[in-house]
């Protein structure tokens, strides 16, 4: 199906560059050259749809389905790149949760269990020991 649909897909594209190609231009004369239309309106003056018209129209809707249309097919397709195989399902294993850690054991190689020493007196900053030479 998808093979079918991928060669219409490229039908329809050259299709529709050989449709836009043989169009002429709205103003291809000398004078659209120079930016004198022969129309003040923003896209050129509107003339009856032509048969190259309406086959551009029709190829460019055919050509924006085909590809929507490709475009969900291979976002379904779950096969191997490499071979035609399906690709393989994963098992559906539960995964065991790691075991609680009660909130009273502590590890044995913890950083900070030892108590902090407190510092000397002596060596406090703004103490003002009589020893102290500066003070003098």
């Not at 239309?37 to 129209?57: D, E, I, N």
């Not at 460019?60 to 976002?75: D, K, P």
């Not at 294993?93 to 913890?110: E, R, S, W």
């Amino acid at each position: 199906m998808i093979v079918l649909l991928t060669i219409l897909h490229l039908a329809v594209c050259f299709f529709l560059i050989l449709v836009v190609l043989l169009q002429s231009g709205k103003g291809a004369d000398l004078a659209g050259a120079f930016g004198g239309g022969g129309s003040q309106t923003a896209f050129g003056a509107r003339g009856a749809s032509t048969l190259l018209t309406k086959l551009t129209t029709t190829s460019a809707i055919l050509f924006m389905v085909t590809s929507l249309t490709l475009a969900i097919m291979a976002n379904r397709h779950t096969g191997s790149v490499v071979t035609d195989e399906s690709a393989p399902q994963e098992s559906a294993a539960p995964v065991q949760p790691p075991p609680p850690i009660p909130l009273d054991a502590t590890p044995a190689d913890a950083p900070g269990d030892e108590p902090i020493p407190d510092a000397p007196a002596d060596d406090a900053p703004g103490d003002a020991s009589p020893e102290d030479p500066n003070q003098s």
